[in-house]
T-cell receptor, first 112, second 114 residues
Framework: AQSVTQPDIHITVSEGASLELRCNYS??????LFWYVQSPGQGLQLLLK??????LVQGIKGFEAEFKRSQSSFNLRKPSVHWSDAAEYFC??????????FGTGTKLQVIP | DADVTQTPRNRITKTGKRIMLECSQT?????MYWYRQDPGLGLQLIYY???????NKGEISDGYSVSRQAQAKFSLSLESAIPNQTALYFC?????????????FGEGSRLTVL
């Protein structure tokens, strides 16, 4: 069965610092991978997605993620965090004819 | 206007009451989903529908039922609400063409069962 692990429940970073959110997945074939962001009181919005090709994918709001098959990872990165990035971030796997499975989320706090 | 609209956005009810959460979409997508979000648990799939005549149980369907009234409408019902159904509920859609799996979410319906 497919699964997603986000090992960090909370992360606190200073504004302007770099960010990396971890995601490990289990999937039987080449995965479709996603990162979603949920701002307080809002639904989830897609940040970026990976299906095939270049393993480094660019998303909205300056985020990027790198697919590493050997490590079953799809970590999200941003070089310089802004206060408006404070939110909860969800990694997900699936797609196509498969249901999408979400991780438990990582809450990002940004301090001045 | 939002592409995926959920009503009500907030609801407080009592144990044993019947509750319906409604979802409508203007994206023209065939696939619709209901998810439940609990703190620390992420999103869990309750039911999903790939077209009007197709209804499937998700991971946590017990205590819930759904109705797909039209391509654009997908309702979630709690026949007899219980306190552990207190959660944030999301409706989502996806477009089967391209098989990307990308989900488009509503803003959520917060349900409190007393």
């Amino acid at each position: 069965a497919q699964s997603v692990t986000q090992p960090d429940i909370h992360i606190t970073v200073s504004e302007g610092a770099s960010l990396e959110l971890r995601c490990n997945y289990s999937y039987g074939a080449t995965p479709y991978l996603f990162w979603y962001v949920q701002s307080p009181g809002q639904g989830l919005q897609l940040l970026l997605k990976y299906f095939s090709g270049d393993t480094l994918v660019q998303g909205i709001k300056g985020f990027e993620a790198e697919f590493k098959r050997s490590q079953s990872s799809f970590n999200l990165r941003k070089p310089s965090v802004h206060w408006s990035d404070a939110a909860e971030y969800f990694c997900a796997v699936g797609g196509g004819y498969q249901k999408v499975t979400f991780g438990t989320g990582t809450k990002l706090q940004v301090i001045p | 206007d939002a592409d995926v609209t959920q009503t009500p956005r907030n609801r407080i009810t009592k144990t044993g009451k019947r509750i319906m959460l409604e979802c409508s979409q203007t994206k023209g997508h065939d696939r619709m989903y209901w998810y439940r979000q609990d703190p620390g648990l992420g999103l869990q799939l309750i039911y999903y529908s790939f077209d009007v005549k197709d209804i499937n149980k998700g991971e946590i369907s017990d205590g819930y039922s759904v109705s797909r009234q039209a391509q654009a409408k997908f309702s979630l019902s709690l026949e007899s609400a219980i306190p552990n159904q207190t959660a944030l509920y999301f409706c989502a859609t996806s477009d089967p063409t391209g098989f990307t799996g990308e989900l488009f979410f509503g803003e959520g319906s917060r349900l409190t069962v007393l």
